[in-house]
């Protein structure tokens, strides 16, 4: 619900707060008060045109800003925080301004937000009705949903059944356009992955190949200046057993060094302890002299078995210059290949069976769509005499409400109908749409009277009617209030009225009044008690306050609201 709403430099209101009650709140006060405006901030707040016009003269720009209590677990809040606002101690803020120049900014739960979350919210928080906004049940989409809510659960299983169905036939009817209108392309991309998986099958490259030819083609390109490496090294190490003459070498210079040592080590146990490292040091290194030698006679020079390393390497560097950086990839790019390959190679099959399912899920549509239908236009005939009938006593006892079902030509998400809510004023014309059919004010009892059907069927939490009295007197006037009462039995309801017949079943009682100087202030919004209330109904009754008549008459009104509350 909305709990309270600031407006400032909103036409002729300087500064106003409203604080607003769960049930059945009218706003009523003297023509040109700013009774309107109340009804125009709502919609501002709510993502409603802005129109710099409204901004009161002298004022650089109009602000609105409102606290709505909202169910913490709903789908509003969820909408909130998806854009980064919050609440504030279990109620969401709105803000909107609109400047004198036309620029408009609006702000949900402490964050700027675009003015179209705004109006996507409001389809759950509000349903404004004034002369000139009737927009929410004018929409085709809006009464094709309505109706389906006054069905309830009628609808339920049908319309799972039949969604399902068409979001199967949706996603194979688009695999059957790409399969069949592209199998130019999909032909051509076939030719190209043969190609490459035969040029890799012909090459059959091993998992990391390249990198162990790389290894072997280096050792063979260096094969004389490793063999002659190890054979310097190993006779550094060991000497040459063929030379003439013995030449110092590591393992005779540590023999040596471990000999001087040996020969007094018992006299100093840390001496032998150093005689002990020289002689595995003696060890180690005839160890590595001996691998130094086998290396060497394995190292062998061939050209013939470098030219095939080669020639190997540059049919791998082939096939990773068209397919991948490096072999994994190329390999990876064959698995990938291969299974595409085999998705292309059996479209025929899989257009035909695609080609089946579309059959059997078309006639399954057509089913479901049907019985759509068929619940709806039942559904449509009591709506229709449910809203007549409202008419009848809200002072359009010859109006006619029809609701039309018919054929949408194709299947959408919702089945294949349109519906459409259509007025006949007078007995002998045609029923019309809404927006043709009904002036402004036979608009607003509509809308009225729509709602009070809907009330039971999940209403909107506040609904917001501006001048739905209008043309009306007498017992319509009455008959008008006990309906927006019914109405605030399961909403928060505010109207702007000037009847006293529909104020007095209010809950709440809002007299807007102009200063001495002709703006609306904080202190110029009042919450009436009862006193309060039988002054200003005696004042919209015969125009005095003070009135005996009217006094007396503005308490037999709040009489019977009262008894039948």
Request: net charge negative.
């Amino acid at each position: 619900m909305v709990d309270e709403v600031r407006i400032r430099g909103l036409g002729v209101i300087d500064e106003a707060v409203l604080d607003l009650s769960p049930g059945f709140n009218v706003v009523t006060g003297e023509t040109g008060a700013g009774k309107t405006m109340v009804v125009t901030s709502l919609g501002l707040m709510f993502g409603g045109r802005a129109d710099p016009q409204r901004v009161r003269p002298g004022a650089e720009r109009a602000t609105v800003e409102g606290r709505i209590v909202v169910d913490p677990g709903g789908r509003v809040v969820e909408r909130v925080e998806e854009a980064g606002g919050e609440l504030d101690d279990g109620a969401l803020i709105v803000t909107r301004s609109v400047s004198a120049e036309g620029r408009s900014r609006a702000y949900l739960g402490g964050r700027s937000v675009p003015v179209s979350l705004l109006i996507n919210l409001a389809d759950d928080l509000v349903a404004v009705h004034g002369q000139s906004d009737q927009q929410r049940l004018l929409q085709a989409g809006r009464q094709r949903a309505a109706l389906d809510r006054y069905a309830g659960g009628a609808l339920t299983k049908p319309l799972r059944a039949y969604t399902a169905a068409y979001e199967r036939h949706r996603q194979v009817s688009a695999l059957l356009e790409e399969l069949t209108t592209r199998a130019r392309e999909r032909e051509q991309e076939a030719d190209l992955l043969r190609f490459g998986l035969e040029e890799i099958e012909k090459v059959d490259p091993k998992p990391e190949e390249d990198v162990r030819l790389a290894a072997e083609e280096e050792r063979l390109g260096h094969a004389d200046a490793l063999r002659g490496a190890a054979d310097s090294a190993h006779e550094a190490l060991l000497g040459d057993p063929s030379a003439a003459f013995e030449a110092a070498n590591v393992v005779s210079l540590l023999g040596t060094a471990r000999n001087a040592l040996d020969a007094v080590r018992e006299h100093d146990p840390e001496l032998a302890g150093l005689a002990d490292r020289l002689a595995e040091a003696g060890y180690l290194v005839s160890d590595v002299a001996t691998d130094l030698a086998a290396y060497a006679e394995s190292v062998d020079a061939d050209p013939a078995r470098l030219a095939v390393v080669q020639e190997r390497r540059a049919e791998l560097t082939s096939l990773t210059r068209k397919y991948g950086q490096t072999l994994a990839e190329v390999l990876e790019w064959s698995g990938r290949s291969a299974a595409r390959l085999t998705e292309l190679e059996g479209d025929d099959e899989r257009i035909e069976r695609l080609r089946a399912e579309h059959a059997e899920l078309a006639g399954r549509l057509e089913a479901e769509a049907a019985e759509l239908t068929a619940v709806r236009s039942r559904a449509a005939e009591r709506f229709s005499a449910a809203v007549t009938g409202e008419l009848a006593a809200l002072a359009m006892p010859h109006a006619r409400v029809e609701v039309a079902v018919t054929p949408a030509g194709e299947y959408g998400p919702h089945g294949a109908d349109e519906v459409e809510v259509r007025l006949a004023p007078h007995p002998g014309s045609p029923p019309l749409p809404l927006h043709k059919g009904a002036s402004g004010g036979e608009l607003s009892r509509v809308m009225l009277a729509i709602e009070v059907v809907f009330a039971g069927a999940d209403p909107v939490p506040t609904f917001v009617f501006d001048e739905v009295d209008a043309g009306v007197g007498g017992k319509a006037a009455v008959e008008i209030g006990r309906r927006l009462a019914r109405l605030a039995r399961n909403a928060q309801v505010i109207v702007v009225t000037h009847l006293p017949q529909v104020a007095a079943f209010a809950d709440q009682h809002l007299l807007v009044e102009k200063s001495d100087d002709g703006t609306v202030t904080r202190s110029g919004v009042t919450a009436l008690d009862r006193e309060g209330r039988v002054r200003e109904l005696s004042r919209m009754l015969a125009g005095l306050e003070d009135s005996e008549l009217g006094r007396a008459h503005a308490e037999e009104l709040l009489q019977l609201a009262a008894e039948e509350s």
